[in-house]
Each structure stands twice: as C-alpha cells, then as structure tokens.
C-alpha cells in the first residue's frame, strides 16, 4: 500500500500516512500548463510539494516523487515498479477528481481507496446530516451548529462574549495615523528559487514572480499563524472591510494559501485565535471575525460547492456574456480601487477578501461580465485558488450566477468604495457624479445593473430598498445613466478606462 499525497495535501501529520512508510508525490506538469497561471501559484505548489517531500524523507518516509506530463504517465511508472498496489488517498474536495483519478488507477491494474479529508473539520455526513434535504443553505446557520458542535468560542450554550456576531464592530476604517503590524516574508531559499525558475521557464504566466513571500513549509506556515496572531489579529475584526491604497494585506491573516495545501489545519488556526482571546492578547470581535471565516465560510462553501455541482459552475441566473474588460488582464486603469486590486493580484497572487469581493467581483458584476471567464480569471490568478474554494466564491457571493447560498447580489455603487476606503480621494473619477465624462463608473453601472435585472431581482430577499431608489429615478435620469454605461463600456473594451 502506498499513501498517494496530491499537492495540496502536505500535511505532515495527517491521518492519511497512518500506518504507512511509503509515499507518492506526483508533480503533473500538464495540469499547470492548462491555464496561464500566476508564477507565484505555481511556484508556491510546486515548491511547496518538493519541501514536502524532503520533510518526509527526514522523517522516515520512503517518498517516491515523480515527475510527468500526466498523472497518468507517473501512474504508469508507479505501477510498473509496484504492480497492483493500492493507494491510499484524501478525497480532494473538486468536483469529479476521485472518479478521474481512480479509473486512472484501476485502468492500469491499481485500487484506490479514499480516506476523509482532514483539511476540513466538518465532514460530508455531517454537513448532509446537518442540511437534510434542504437545499437553502444559510451559512449563519451552519456556523452557530458548527461553533457548538466544536465547542469553540462557547461558554456553555451560549456564545462567549454574549454574541454570534460583530459584523457591526467589523466594519471600521483605520485612522490617518494607523500604523500597519507588519507583515512576514518568508524569502524563498534555494529549492523554492529553483522551483520558481523552472516555472517561469517551463510555463506560460501571468503575473510576477519576484515578490514571492509564501510560506512553502509546515514550520513556515506556523510562522505565518504566530505572526498573524501577534500582530495582526487584534484589527482583524475591526478593518476586515477597509481599503487603503498601497496596501495590500492590512489585517489580514495572509494563511488561505498555506490552509488550502494542508500546510496549516483549521482547528489549529481556530484554537490559536481563541488562545489570543483567553489571554487578553486580541479582542472577542477581531477573534469571532476570524472563526467566523475559517469555521464559517471555509467550511460551508466548501460543502455548498460539494452538493451543487456540476450546476454551480455552468448556472448564470443573470445570463451574462460579456468579456471581462481587459483591466484585469493588465491593471491599465484610472480607477484607482481597480488598479490597485488587479495589481495586489498581479504582483502576489493575492487580494484581500473586500478586494476581491466588492471591487473584483462588484465590478464584473455590475458590469454584466461573463461569471465564468470572472472564475477562470480568480482560478489562475490567485495563490489560494482551487475549483472547490473559487467556483462558490465568485459564481455564488461574487457575482450572484447562483442564489443557492447568498438571497441576494452584492452589488453596490462607488459609494461603498468611498466609505470603505482612502482610494475615491485620489481617483481620477468623481464618486459623488453618475453620469457625465468624470462620472465613477461605478454608479451608472450599479444603476443599470438593477434596471436590467429587475425581473430577477426586485422579488428576491432584501433588495426593496434599492429598488425603492430606482422607482425614484426620471426617463431623463435613465437616459443619461444608459449614455454613461454605453460609454463606460466602450471605454473598457478599448482598455481606456
Ligand atoms: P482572512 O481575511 O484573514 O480570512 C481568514 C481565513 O478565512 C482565510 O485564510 C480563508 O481560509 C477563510 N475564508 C474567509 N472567507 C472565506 C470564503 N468566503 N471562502 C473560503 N474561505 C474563506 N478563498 C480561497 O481560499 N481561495 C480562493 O480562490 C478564493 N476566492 C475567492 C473569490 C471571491 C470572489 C471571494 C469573494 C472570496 C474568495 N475567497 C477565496 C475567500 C476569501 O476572500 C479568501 O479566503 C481570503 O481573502 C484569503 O485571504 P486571508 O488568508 O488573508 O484571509
């Protein structure tokens, strides 16, 4: 029996290598040229797979690590030189991968057996157990099941602190004189460096590879969560929303990556959180904000992607064709949040979740882009990026392509920008105007987002007070808002927005 470790799978202390001494790392390079992906995504996956595989090999682990074109070309020479073995694997969480990868196995004389996948502290049964039939996933209601069922953050039945929620805390913008914590580097070493150079070389890319700073090993990543918790946890909570020019991570925790290929679980991050909380060392909002997050929503996108497919990822409940403006692809802008969002992107494979979620998303939304190209877009472009993660992310919250976990779009006007960050006083773009040649793009797309879709829109949950602000508008409003969308449109398309 071998244990069949893909790569975002490296943790290693995980129940899959129980009882075992022998190991495969299999590093496919057909799989990465499938899309232009950031070098830093790549970089880090490989990286952090061949530092893997030295740290078992420390450890005692005979670690066979092969290196192909296809899975199925290492599987041949796996097979050859152990024939009829069985491997033992963590069912990866995207869509169809256990079905591929086990006729790749059987096709060549092989078993696969699938073991529970320890990245996630909720389980498929528990989560069928807890959702039953019902299809109306609310993820508030998850979270509170979850906490208590973890018992974390509670005092007996009740949430420590008094409270489920502190989104009203959470939703402060820094002061001028803010001093930002710092942020950890983890500067690549030899292999890393090699691994990026190989990348850069090997693959067609988007994006730079030269501020690479990710954690690439589990004492790293480690590193990363003490950091995180020392000095930025304390305003996590309290500017998980905000904005700043220049900035790219602000409190935020910078550990999706290093979550996401195993290298750190989610109870350890949660405990460690708390811990900050039991020792006075960060507030209850700042730690409620961050459970919420890895508890929360990491664990119910997960599941909500896992009962939707293959739906989710082909739906558009708004009908969308657009391409998506060329922006993203070169950050050639003069609005000044977008600019600064593609080029976070760009320059570290990473966004902050508002980032990503009211500029990116809002953006592509309002503007009536293709949510599928939006994905393909996030999936190549981030470090943190994987189908099961992405797919709920942009088609469900970002871009409403699904209602089945959000009842309804977040979409707003450069007024949220404004309020939420120091971008719109610096903008070539006049937030206050929504029409007109200075006009925020924005707003008369925000405008003519709910007029187009007023017949999707207006019934569905929590919108009436927007639509009680279109009801407000005079045809002499509409036609000069059509004209700005006409034009905002022409200009994107022309890369000169
Ligand atoms: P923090 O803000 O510090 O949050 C802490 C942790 O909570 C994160 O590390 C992450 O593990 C978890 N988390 C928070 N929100 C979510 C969420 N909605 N879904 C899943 N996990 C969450 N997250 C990814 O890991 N990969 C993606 O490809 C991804 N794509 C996204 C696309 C869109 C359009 C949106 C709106 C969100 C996306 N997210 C994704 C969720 C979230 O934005 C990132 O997890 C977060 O920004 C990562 O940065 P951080 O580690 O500094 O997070």
Redesign the pocket.
Known sequence: MTVWLLGDQLHPESHVLDDTDRVLLIEATAVAARRPYHPQKLGLVFAAMRHARDALREAGYAVEYRRAETFGDALDAHFAAHPGDDLRLMRPPSYGAADRLRELVTARGGTLSLVRDDRFLCSSDAFDEWAGDDDSFRHENFYRWLRRREDVLMDGTEPAGGEWNYDESNRETPPADWSLPPVPRFDPDDLTRETLDWVTERFDTWGERSGFAWPVTRPEALDALDHFVEHRLPE?GAY?DAMLGGEY?LA?????SS??LGLLGPREVVDAAVDAWHRDAAPIESVEG?VR??LG??EF?RHVYRRTMPELAETDLLGRSRDLPTLYYDAETEMRCLDEAVTHVYERG????IE??ML??NFALVYGADPHELNEW??FG?V???HW??TP??LG??TFATDAFTSKPYASSGNYVDRMSDHCADCTYDVDATTGANACPFNALYWDFLDRNEGTLRGTGRMGLMYSHVDRKTDTEWDAIRERVAEVRRLARDGRL
């Open positions: 996590f998980q991570a935020h925790s910078l550990l999706s979550l996401n961050f997050q890895v929503w990491r996108v990473y966004a902050h979740h990503r979620l990116l998303s996030f999936h981030f943190d990026a994987f993660v992405t992310n942009v919250m970002g």
